[in-house]
């Protein structure tokens, strides 16, 4: 923490009562609307392209784009002197907070219902809010509600990030899945979600998508095409992570036991906890290599896969308490029916397996990031113990856990978050002229990436296209959605 921001937080109380006698309306007065006008005063910057924090500065924000970022003199920030500074309808003190671009949450599900229960769409749209994600790239969902979402939140409507629409197709025959994406184009996607799919199918599919110019991401999963092929077919980005380690095997597939069924869910947890050990370590960084030439980016998500490796822990985790929905708790419980629910005879030895892959795996990204290649942050949240948003905060925890500085963290979550989506130029970095996607933050996330958590209270603003949302009030919002819905039981 600077020395300056230790003066800020000390004067804190009594600017605070100064800037209310100005007769200016609190800004918690504005949540849910965009202001002609707002300046974040005296607040430290990360601006998300992975260069260190600077300021203290004010960033003014006109309707849904940064309009400019002003430093300011340390004394004048600290005393909350606003002379000779940018003016505006609303002021956020940012003295003693740090600014970071919203978060892009490369993988998300639009979820209003689990386990045959429905559940309001607010409650997973407020949690990504409150935990600072302003744009989701949904990837596979109810297409005609999900449209129909995605509208409403770029209407300021539903409190929502951005939301980026990547389609799944079922498709067994080549021609079959080229004309689905045809469809899919005019009917509006903003992207192809590949899934277990023939080569020949994944193919067709790829040149596609290319054709109708949609970006493309991959569930590689355990199947016919691995890594190789997204490397051939340059693939947007690979999601989780299987199909790196299989394109590694010296043999080609898994050594599996003579009763595996893939279609099991506790067979294919179980025994994708022992795949990163059979990978090959110079074969696996000519996969790395050969995905960083293709421009393909690793959407890792290390959180969702996490209760593989401590079930106990998962299934108690202290949030659930305030935060659980009783539909998503319902499908949390084992059951083998429900996908990701392998919960039903998970053993010590699955969980030691599963650590020894998460370190195996977090060396792989790491090394990944260290040749140069985009890495991104998703969270895949509504499945195995991951409430929306919780997973995205513990995702960048995980990430620092395999080895990234947090400035890099954050990158991950932003401007990589950007380039994946090819919105570069407009997302993922506190820069004049971008969309005002912003989180103010107290304190300093690098110094305990836990403050970026819902339930440490850290994430003060959520800024979506300009609009301001009160992430504390969201997580209220969201606390009585939830005992509401358990009274309703
Ligand atoms: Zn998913």
Known sequence: MSPWSVLGASLFCCVAIQSDS????????????????????????????GTPATGPKDIVIEGNRIAGLVSVLPEAAAKGDARNRPQADVEIDGRGKYVLPGFINLHAHLQDERAGRPMPIDYCTKLWLASGITTIRDVGSNWEKAKQWRERSAA??????????????????????????????????DGIKLF???????????????????RRAHHTGVEETDAWDDIELKTTSIEHWY????????????????AYNYSNELDRFRWAGRLWREADSARLEKVLEGMLKAGVAWDPTFSIYEASRDAEKAQNQPYFRDYLHPSLAAFFEPNLA????????WTTEDEVYWKENYR????????????????????DAGFIYRIYGFGYSRELELQQEAGFAPLAVLKHATLNGAIALGRQGELGRVRTGWLADLVVVNGNPLENLKRLAIHHGGIEWTIKDGILYHA??????????????????
């Open 196 to 214: 277990g799919l023939y080569r020949d199918v994944f193919r067709e599919i790829a040149k596609a998508a290319d054709a109708a110019g949609l």
């Open 472 to 489: 504390p009030r969201l997580a209220r919002e969201v606390r009585a959605l939830v005992a509401e819905a358990r009274r309703g039981r």
């Open 156 to 189: 300021g409507e539903l409190a929502a990030p951005r939301i980026f629409l990547y389609r799944g197709l079922a498709a067994t025959e080549p021609a079959a899945g080229a004309a689905l994406v045809r469809r899919y184009k005019e009917e509006g996607v």
């Open 243 to 258: 199909g790196i380690p299989d394109a590694a095997l010296l043999e080609r597939g898994q050594r599996f036991p003579p």
């Open 22 to 49: 100005a007769g200016q309306p609190a800004a918690e007065a504005w949540h849910g609307k965009r202001p002609a006008r707002t300046v974040i005063r005296g607040a430290l910057v990360i601006e998300g392209n």
């Open 338 to 345: 429900n996908h990701g629910s392998y919960f039903t005879n």
């Open 360 to 379: 195996i795996w977090m060396a792989a990204v790491k090394r990944f990031g260290e040749m140069g290649g985009v890495i991104t942050t998703g969270e």
